[in-house]
């Protein structure tokens, strides 16, 4: 959107008393007036935006160029009916401000109120609307209560179609008919609409106006959620426990010692196993002893008998009764023998038992080794046992 710049003429004459338009035409104009400011600060934060009385013993500007609104509207509340309207010197003065704006790059535009009949030099106000066109100013012209179209008619015309008038008639509000204008909408008929007026009801308040009210209704709107969801919330647990009704009552009537029976069962199943554990440990030659303080051949037997245990062991838990093992014949036995004289597999055989770690394979080579070399010292050891 253009930067743009306006000073915005309001007709404060003893005409504006008139009641034509509810309550009266400067009430109504407060609401024109309300809309526009808008229009323009939405269009476009930057733009600025004056405050000028037409009417009186002189023309007054009543608020300088400023991108504050609600200073602007503030100030339009203090004005009251004084006098006749000096349109060619409130015009006039309009210009002289916006020739001092501070931003050199913005539009300058003129949005006149007339609420009053006109009775001016045609001559005089053609000059001024070549001098106005030539400085590249727009001036926008709200004409209501009475009809000026044969006045400024040729005043908008000489400036060209950057500027418009609207006459409105009797019994319409000034700002509904403000909204669907070109003043507002602009020239492409759509951007003061897209821009200007979100958020906007047809008095042309919105929410950024008053934001303690727009912060009450928030905090409105979730307390509204917050009761409707804890209502959802109480309905479904009252379903809930009308659901939850007939799993209950299928656990009570499952038969009473059904729970109680299994338990003891998991109890006596529990102490039978710690019991034969126990006893495997304290009475079988498998349980878990120091390596480090048994020689070499009790190491390799300890070995495996280990092996032959794991082997012997069934691995169906459906079956608890012990399995049966059979006495080695002479094959066996001799089988037995050739792989205890084989001291590779014996050795590849006990690094791989859990528990076993590197260090004890090798501690138990260099045993192994050390008697090999001293057999006699072994046999004398032997005999004094």
Do not use: W
């Not at 609600?70 to 004084?82: C, D, F, R």
């Not at 005043?155 to 509000?173: A, K, P, W, Y």
């Not at 597999?345 to 008697?371: C, H, K, M, W, Y």
């Amino acid at each position: 959107m253009v930067l743009e710049s306006t000073i915005i003429c309001v007709d404060n004459s003893e005409f504006m008393r008139n009641g034509d338009f509810i309550p009266t035409r400067l009430d109504s104009m407060r609401d024109a007036v309300n809309v526009i400011c808008h229009s323009k600060s939405r269009s476009n934060p930057e733009n600025n935006i004056g405050l000028m009385a037409m009417a009186g013993e002189h023309c007054q500007v009543l608020v300088t160029l400023t991108g504050d609104v609600m200073k602007v509207l503030s100030k339009l509340q203090t004005v009251e009916p004084l006098g006749f309207i000096n349109f060619i010197t409130a015009i006039r003065i309009a210009h002289l401000a916006l020739k001092h704006r501070m931003g050199k790059n913005h539009r300058m535009k003129i949005v006149a109120f007339v609420g009053s009949p006109l009775n001016l030099d045609v001559n005089e106000l053609k000059k001024l609307a070549k001098k106005l066109k030539k400085e590249k100013v727009s001036v926008d012209i709200v004409s209501f209560g009475e009809d000026n179209t044969d006045v400024l008619g040729d005043f908008i015309e000489i400036l060209g179609d950057s500027s418009h008038m609207v006459q409105i008639n009797q019994g319409t509000r000034i700002s509904e008919a403000l909204m669907s204008s070109a003043i507002v909408q602009g020239e492409d008929g759509a951007a003061g609409v897209a821009g200007g007026f979100a958020g906007l009801d047809p008095s042309g308040f919105g929410m950024d106006d008053d934001p303690e009210l727009a912060l009450a209704l928030r905090v409105s709107m979730e307390e509204e959620r917050a009761r409707q969801l804890a209502q959802t919330g109480a309905t479904a647990g009252v379903t809930g426990e009308a659901t939850d009704d007939t799993p209950s009552a299928a656990i009570t009537e499952t038969p009473p010692g059904t729970d109680d029976a299994l338990l003891e069962q998991a109890i006596a199943l529990s102490i039978q196993g710690g019991s034969s554990t126990a006893a495997t440990t304290a009475d079988t030659p498998f349980s878990m002893r120091d390596l480090s303080s048994m020689s070499e051949q009790d190491q390799i037997a300890y070995a495996m008998r280990m092996s032959l245990h794991d082997a012997s062991v069934p691995t169906s838990s459906s079956n608890p009764t012990s399995m049966e093992i059979d006495e080695p014949t002479g094959e066996e036995q001799q089988d037995l023998a050739d792989i205890m004289e084989d001291t590779e597999f014996l050795d590849n055989v006990i690094s791989n038992l859990p528990g076993v770690d590197s260090e004890t394979v090798q501690q138990l080579r260099a045993q192994r080794d050390n008697e090999g070399k001293n057999p006699e010292k072994k046999d004398d050891e032997n005999n004094k046992k």
